[in-house]
């Protein structure tokens, strides 16, 4: 199923163990190699640090938001070393011109969709 990038943000991290709000999505982590969404930064509820949910810690996304196994799926970015360079690129799509095949800009990206198995754009 695909859905527009602004509802997968700003949307609740709901631990399954506790039933509980953890964290809240806030911006996407977008691998500029294969236009796939990596995780998510987080803010913790009740902690002003920012973490990083990834992909693969995600059980579920549903209308109430993503579901995980608990608190433990939140991770610092410096344990993120497969990923630190996707970090670091700090990648956006929008933004970017749209310019079709001849040439011609048409305007400029402002949302996407994703597949929200695979998180592919």
Not at 4 to 24: E, V
Not at 54 to 83: A, C, M, P, T, Y
Not at 93 to 117: A, F, L, M, R, W
Request: glycine fraction near 6%.
């Amino acid at each position: 199923m695909l859905k527009l990038n602004n509802t997968l943000l700003n949307k609740p991290i709901i631990s399954l163990r506790t039933g509980h709000k953890i964290a809240i999505t806030k911006e996407a982590i977008l691998n500029p190699h294969n236009l796939k969404i990596e995780g998510f930064y987080c803010d913790v509820l009740g902690d002003k640090k920012t973490q990083i949910l990834l992909f693969q810690d995600i059980r579920e996304i549903n209308r109430k938001g993503f579901v995980v196994n608990d608190h433990d799926s939140l991770s610092d970015h410096e344990d993120l070393i497969r990923l630190k360079e996707i970090i670091e690129i700090d990648y956006s799509i929008i933004g970017k011109p749209v310019v079709t095949t001849s040439g011609e800009k048409i305007g400029k990206v402002t949302e996407y969709s994703v597949d929200i198995d695979s998180l592919f754009i």
